[in-house]
């Protein structure tokens, strides 16, 4: 995934467009996810406007169904751990002091801080800023509408929403082994532990092995190759 935009704000808000009408789509499908598995509307829309992570706040939902809330909260935090060298790469361009830069540094999600990238290997900050700007309201307001108007079942298979959340993992899986053919060891790992596990196990606890899985085989790779901690913090994410 790699981005050509020109930057600035209007480019932000343009990228931000794009990617805020996919969001919304994903959002509807978490909030009607959530409140088919027992979450209260006013809590299921909380955690979008608190959180802002599809992949976490799918897998807090899931775990917390099938594991226990110890599962639940790990799983979110293991898939949440990519922001970490995400939010490292960035900070530096970001502005103000400590207090301002920890508000920008919100803006730090997937969509967004990889249109953020320039060719020199920095970040444009208006870019990452804008198109989280635009957004966030739309995965708030996905969320809202899921909660209130898909709240059935049998709604949520006509329509497909239930699969737009799974298909839009694929994609990205697909995009990040196209363009890092080492990492598919890993993912075969993953997705046979999770398989395997999902069998005798709550799927709140089969998700927590297979992700410790990827982070265990990811550090033995750069422990094996002797790459730098930065890197492999990187292939994480």
């Keep these: 995934m790699t981005p050509s935009i020109k930057g600035g704000w209007r480019a932000g808000w343009r990228v931000g467009a794009g990617l805020a009408a996919g969001s919304f789509l ?13 979450w209260p509307v006013a809590l299921t829309i909380a955690l979008s406007l608190l959180v802002f992570s599809g992949s976490a706040q799918f897998a807090l939902v899931t775990a917390l169904a099938g594991g226990g809330l110890p599962a639940a909260l790990t799983s979110a935090a293991l898939i949440n751990l990519r922001f970490v060298p995400m939010a490292a790469a960035t900070a530096r361009h970001l502005r103000g002091g400590r207090w301002r830069r920890a508000v920008e540094g919100q803006a730090v ?19 990452l800023i804008g198109a989280t700007l635009v957004q966030w309201p739309a995965w708030v307001c996905g969320t809202a509408i899921g909660t209130l108007a898909v709240p059935d079942t049998s709604l949520i ?13 694929v994609v990205l899986l697909v995009d990040s082994l196209t363009a890092r053919p080492r990492l598919v060891p890993v993912t075969l790992a993953a997705a046979a532990v999770a398989g395997t596990a999902a069998r005798f196990l709550p799927v709140g606890v089969a998700l927590l092995l297979a992700a410790t899985a990827v982070l265990l085989a990811l550090l033995g790779q750069r422990n094996a190759a002797g790459t730098p901690r930065s890197t492999a913090a990187e292939q994480i994410a």
């Design 26 to 38: 994903l959002a509807v499908s978490f909030g009607a996810y959530a409140v088919t598995h027992g």
């Design 109 to 127: 999600v997937d969509g967004s801080w990889a249109a953020a990238q320039r060719p020199d290997g920095g970040f444009d900050r208006r870019v």
């Design 157 to 169: 298979r006509a329509w497909g929403i239930d699969i737009v959340f799974p298909g839009f993992f």
